[in-house]
């Protein structure tokens, strides 16, 4: 039987041959602008196979041309990625906008019409609800409760459906964990598309990925990251990544070179030390946000607690999580009694666990989506989707548990309104 390497495995060393840097066992930083021909029919052929003037000979590789092009750090790292969600092929940006901004102005060009989940990210949100709009693309949202043959009815209605040309979901969604099933929207997308013209698929993996989730396998096109998050891990850097088949990261690679927002050799450098670790870091992560979550889920003081990890069963999102997804994550969000006063009162008195935006890092982070992260998002939507005063939102570290358990529930003492709440739990 043939033994197939682990990703994990596979971090250390992969893509990388130590003979071509005088034998280091990791890449240096290749902190260079240009890369040196060694004759002008090399520089040619390099040309020519960049500007896709010729097909690729068996095993050719592209050369090193120039860093916006190409760079060894680059490079490895994107390999490195693409064993993960076991991609064709990886675009790393200089960050997770550049990232989802990219391959929504590749593929979506004026009068095309776009089909995004809610909530998504802020940024996300604002590229499409202005950005794009400004542009001629129109687009129109859908929440996380609604059916299928709701969703398509959603589109029919609004007379664009034969412009519809992208899919954009984010899941689980930020801050409620709420669940989008990528299947049925693979099957909205063929629903619509015809012959001509295909309707693709991005999904932002960026809370599950590349571990616990990974959408190529039901159906999504395009895989975006946010680097910066659980994939960086560290608070030291912002970055981004795209995964797709050869075709469409041929597109998007393109697009990538004349809009010079790759990632730097730097900071790819710290990614693929990053990468080392990715697996035991999410692993031990997880494992914490579930003695979180045991912990919230006994505390007088919460009313609400979304973790994927309790979901009544037999559920839609129960239902979806189990296809969907390896690990309930480390993503916390939880409702306290009260509202802004409370959550504020609780955040302020948080000493190892850091007031902060931003997830998926090996320090615990906590914020406050109504005002923080998700202070753009409308009234209503927020109401609907349960965005309310009272919601804090945590990302879990990789300290240990029993200390961020005592950090929360000192902060939680210091909550002076204490009513004692009516228990819900586990609502997704
Ligand atoms: C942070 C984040 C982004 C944006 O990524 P940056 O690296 O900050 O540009 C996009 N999507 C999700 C889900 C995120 O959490």
């Known amino acids: 039987m043939k033994s197939i390497i682990h990703p994990e495995s596979h971090m250390m060393s992969y893509g990388y041959k130590p003979e071509l840097s005088e034998g280091a066992i990791k890449p240096p930083i290749f902190q260079t602008s240009t890369f040196v021909f060694k004759s002008a029919e090399e520089g040619k052929a390099y040309f020519q196979l960049a500007y896709g003037l010729r097909e690729k000979e068996q095993n050719e590789e592209l050369g090193l041309i120039y860093s916006r092009i190409n760079n060894p750090n680059l490079e490895i790292l994107e390999d490195r990625l693409c064993l993960w969600d076991q991609a064709e092929d990886c675009a790393v940006f200089e960050s997770g906008m550049s990232a989802i901004s990219t391959v929504l102005l590749e593929f979506l060009k004026p009068g095309d019409f776009l089909l995004y989940s809610m ?20 687009s129109i949202g859908f929440s996380p409760d609604q059916t299928k043959e709701e969703i398509i009815e959603l589109v029919e209605g609004t007379g664009k459906a034969n412009n519809l040309s992208l899919i954009y979901i984010e899941t689980p969604a930020n801050p409620t964990n709420d669940l989008i099933d990528i299947e049925m929207c693979k099957a909205i997308a063929q629903h619509f598309e015809s012959h001509e013209k295909p309707i693709y698929l991005a999904v932002d993996n960026t809370y599950m990925g590349p571990l616990w989730s990974n959408p190529l396998q039901f159906g999504a096109d395009l895989i975006i990251y946010s680097a910066t998050k659980y994939i960086g891990g560290h608070s030291d850097l912002i ?153 804090v939102r945590l990302s879990i570290g990789i300290e240990n548990s029993n200390d961020i358990i005592a950090d929360i529930d000192y902060a939680m003492s210091k909550i002076e309104n204490k009513t004692i709440s009516k228990k819900i739990l586990n609502i997704v």
């Open 119 to 138: 909530p998504t990210y802020g940024g996300t949100d604002h590229f499409i609800t202005q950005f794009l709009k400004s542009i001629g693309v129109d």
């Open 239 to 391: 970055a981004g990544a795209v995964l797709a088949n050869r075709e469409l990261m041929g597109r998007v690679k393109v697009l990538r070179t004349f809009l010079g927002n790759m990632a730097n050799p730097h900071t790819c450098w710290l990614l693929l030390r990053s990468l080392e670790t990715l697996k035991v870091r999410m692993e031990q992560q997880a494992l914490n946000a579930k003695a979180v979550a045991d912990y919230l889920s006994q505390h007088a003081m919460v009313s609400k607690l979304y973790y994927l990890g309790g979901l009544s069963p037999g559920s839609r999102s129960s239902e979806i999580y189990n296809r969907q997804y390896k690990s309930a994550g480390a993503m916390i969000a939880f409702e306290l009694n009260g509202g802004e006063q409370e959550a504020f009162q609780f955040l302020n008195n948080l000493k190892l666990i850091k007031l902060a935006v931003s997830l998926g890092s090996t320090e615990s982070l906590a914020q406050h989506p109504a005002s923080m992260t998700h202070i753009g998002v409308s009234k209503e939507l927020k109401e609907r989707i349960g965005i309310t005063d009272g919601l």
